[in-house]
């Protein structure tokens, strides 16, 4: 993110050699919800917080959350 410290901010995995990968089994979602994912991954790209990886065997899904205001929040 800009004017952040990487530092502060970045994630490392501390995977032991050896260990086999986890792949969850891909989340579907209703098709009203893509939509609001897309807009919300977008602006998370954009402000250089999250990128796009290459990671075959390595997946973890998005949890889309209902707020009480009705608005979604992804986990």
Known sequence: MPGLDPK???HHLAIKPGYRPIKQAQRRFRPELIPQIEVEVNKLIEAGFIREVKY???IANIVPVR???G???FV
């Open 67 to 69: 707020k009480k205001n």
């Open 71 to 73: 608005s979604f929040v």
């Open 8 to 10: 502060v901010a970045v």
């Open 56 to 58: 075959p065997t390595w």
